[in-house]
Structures are given as C-alpha cells and as structure tokens.
C-alpha cells in the first residue's frame, strides 16, 4: 500500500460490521440534540452546555489513541495515529474557541478536564469507555471504537450542523468568527478520511472472527455512549429541565429488538479438545 489513503478491498466481514452498527449511528445522527442542532433549534444555553460538558472528552482524545499507539505492531498503522494524535490535539484548542464564542472561558473549561469539577455521569461513562478500550481492549477494539465509530459519527455531524451552527451568530452573546467555527469546519473535512484509513488498520489487526465480532461490539458500545452524553449534556443546560441532571429511561443493552444477528457462517466449535467439530449457522 503506497499512500496512507490508498484504500484496500473490504473484506466479507466489514458488510457485516457496517449493518450492525447502521442502527446506532442513526441512533445518534438521528437523536434530539443533533436534529436540533442540525435546525439550529437549540437554546444558546444548551449548546454551551453541550460544549462544557463535552470538553473533558475532547481533551483526553488524543490520550486515548496514545494508548492505542502503544500497541502498533506496523509502521501504516504507526503513521495514521501519530498523525491523528496531532490533529486531535489541535482539534481540542479549536473547542476552547468555539466554546469562547458562546461565551464559555477556558478555566470554565479546564477545570472539567482537570477534574476540579464533575462532570455528568452519561459523559463520564463515554469518557471512561474510551479509557477501558484503548488500554485493555486489542488494537483492532481501540482503533474501531475511537477513530472509526466515533470520528465517523463526529465527521457526519459535523456536516449536518455546520449550517445551523453558523447562524448561531445572530443571537445575543455569541460571536461566530472564523475561530469560533474551526471546530466544526475541521471535523466537516478531517473526519472524511480518517475512518476509512481507520477501517484499514482495523482490517489488518482483526484476522480472526473472535476480534471481528469485539470489533462491532467496541464499535456499537461508543455510539450508543456518545448519543446517551450528548443528550445528557445539553439536557443538563434546558430551561425546561432545571431542577437537575435528567435521567434517561433506558440503559445500554435495552434496545435489543434493534440488533441484527452477525453474518459470520459456519463458525466452529471444539477445536481446542479434539472434539469433532461442529457447524453452527
């Protein structure tokens, strides 16, 4: 493979993984806030809320794929998370700006990240998933679940909102520069790419069906924690939902009728005692 974006053919299994994870990503690009952000039909105080809330998890992104780093075993795979540890990094500043541009401050901001102030248990959760699966889980799980479950659903995103977003500069106490937008703008262009070279290194690490099937549960589990954060976090800042956090009706786990069964044919079974095998379908 010459250049990073010189994609290779998918294999069988990456048809099964896109289908799974359909439903979430919908899920997500589908749910309250994005729809509203997407008609920029939320407050101004709930779009801050959003920002504030989701801080920590930017900050500690380019941590995440740190770790995964650890684990390369090919330089392709080295290249694209070193790269996507820098424009992360950049990408967390550009959140700072655009936070400033709705009037957040940076203390505001950092003193989440920093731990000096809570943050809510719906983005803690996604927070600390990231943790767990970039430093326990395998490659192929860290890859799948940060840069091409996440930063796909976030490119997406960023596309929808970016128009509706823009026009938030017409409302009092927000000033729509070319900094306060970069966030969006970056994400609209990086997050193109970077979760097909993703797929890649995941396709390279995930040989075997025992990884393949983590592959779509590491991916599945991040959508699903990042709509449950971004509806907890602008919740949080509604008018109509002052009284405290809110809590949600449902847990991860509880839309099982949503699940599509893995298209993995064939798997075998008692290998490993010297059973005679036995297909199930």
Do not use: C
Request: aromatic residues 10%; glycine residues 6%; proline residues 4%.
């Amino acid at each position: 493979m010459g250049s990073m974006y010189d994609l290779s053919p998918h294999p069988q299994w990456v048809g099964a993984l896109r289908r799974f994870i359909q439903p979430y990503r919908d899920a997500l690009l589908n749910s309250e806030f994005v729809t509203r952000a997407v008609r920029a039909q939320l407050a101004v105080e709930e779009l801050k809320g959003w920002m504030l809330q989701m801080y920590p998890f930017i900050h500690a992104f380019p941590k995440f794929l740190a770790e995964a780093l650890i684990k390369v075993e090919d330089d392709y795979s080295r290249s694209f998370l070193i790269d996507n540890i820098r424009v992360e990094k950049a990408h967390a500043e550009h959140w700072i700006w655009m936070g400033q541009g709705f009037g957040l401050s940076e203390h505001e901001m950092l003193a989440l990240a920093q731990g000096h102030k809570p943050v809510l248990r719906d983005v803690q959760s996604l927070t600390d998933w990231m943790w767990y699966v970039n430093t326990k889980g395998s490659l192929a799980e860290a890859v799948a679940a940060t840069s091409f479950a996440v930063e796909g659903a976030t490119g997406d995103l960023a596309r929808r909102a970016l128009k509706g977003f823009e026009t938030y500069g017409t409302r009092p106490g927000v000033d729509m520069n070319a900094r306060t937008a970069r966030w969006m703008r970056s994400h609209a262009r990086f997050d193109d790419e970077h979760p097909k070279v993703a797929l890649e290194v995941v396709k390279r690490y995930a040989t075997s069906e025992r990884i393949q099937v983590r592959v779509m549960q590491a991916a599945k589990r991040s959508l699903q924690l990042m709509e449950l954060a971004f509806d907890t976090a602008f919740r949080a800042y509604s008018a109509t939902e002052r009284s405290g956090p809110p809590e949600r009706d449902y847990r991860i786990g509880e839309r099982r009728e949503r699940d599509v069964p893995l298209e993995f044919p064939e798997r075998r079974f008692g290998e490993r005692r010297g059973r005679g095998l036995r297909s199930v379908a």
